[in-house]
Nanobody, 124 residues
Framework: QLQLVESGGGLVQPGGSLRLSCAAS????????IGWFRQAPGKEREGISC????????NYADSVKGRFTISRENAKKMVYLQMNSLKPEDTAIYYC?????????????????WGQGTQVTVSS
């Protein structure tokens, strides 16, 4: 059974860093593009960073560009999101998602499999 499990969320002060992890099981990660999405209270879920199945292509939402970095280790079945210079507006539940494709960008409805999410709170 295909499963994605996020971890690494927590409470951090503004300007701090977190690294989120997405562990894949039940499928061969190499065949799947992966996206990180987030949903803040009262807002729609949005795509923030996505990576092709090889890792050769990435994209970022303007709101996180230059602060967040997505990466993957297919052999370990892991995808990461390094988040630096965090701001209060980054507070949200963060989800990873997968689609069996070379690359789909960060279009939410293109992704078929979703994790349960991990909470990130940026506050002093």
């Amino acid at each position: 059974q295909l499963q994605l499990v996020e971890s690494g969320g927590g409470l951090v002060q503004p300007g701090g860093s977190l690294r989120l992890s997405c562990a894949a099981s039940g499928f061969t990660l190499d065949y799947y593009a992966i996206g990180w999405f987030r949903q803040a209270p009262g807002k729609e879920r949005e795509g923030i960073s996505c990576i092709s199945r090889s890792g050769g292509s990435t994209n970022y939402a303007d709101s996180v560009k230059g602060r967040f970095t997505i990466s993957r280790e297919n052999a370990k079945k892991m995808v990461y999101l390094q988040m630096n210079s965090l701001k209060p507006e980054d507070t949200a539940i963060y989800y990873c998602a997968a689609v069996r494709a070379l690359f789909r960008g960060c279009v939410l409805d293109q992704y078929d499999y979703w994790g349960q999410g991990t909470q990130v709170t940026v506050s002093s």
